[in-house]
Nanobody, 123 residues
Framework: QVQLVESGGGLVQAGGSLRLSCAAS????????MGWFRQAPGKEREFVAV???????NYANSVKGRFTISRDNAKNTVYLQMNSLKPGDTAVYYC?????????????????WGQGSQVTVSS
């Protein structure tokens, strides 16, 4: 069983930065691929970024070059550094854990989910 708790969301002006954190319980965190997804009002949940157990990463084209995903296995935490934020980045951001050895981009491939953290970017 893995529990995920996001933090670090908030309100920021366009062009600003935020860092989201996702703290995981459990002793097998290092073996999980960890992903970030987001869901804006009236839209489907969409993939943002993923980091594998070995540190490889993949990003959605919409955030590539602006967002960076990283992990600290000693702290059981995954991060999402978000720079050059745009109003279109406004959404609830979720972290998720995948037990398989892959860089999944579909939400149904993830087994554990956090409760979400609101990010609002004003213009």
């Amino acid at each position: 069983q893995v529990q995920l708790v996001e933090s670090g969301g908030g309100l920021v002006q366009a062009g600003g930065s935020l860092r989201l954190s996702c703290a995981a319980s459990g002793r097998t965190f290092s073996s999980y691929a960890m992903g970030w997804f987001r869901q804006a009002p009236g839209k489907e949940r969409e993939f943002v970024a993923v980091i594998g157990s070995a540190g490889s990463t993949n990003y959605a084209n919409s955030v590539k070059g602006r967002f960076t995903i990283s992990r600290d296995n000693a702290k059981n935490t995954v991060y999402l550094q978000m720079n050059s934020l745009k109003p279109g980045d406004t959404a609830v951001y979720y972290c998720a854990a995948d037990r398989a050895y892959r860089l999944a981009v579909r939400s149904y491939e993830y087994y554990y989910w956090g409760q979400g953290s609101q990010v609002t970017v004003s213009s």
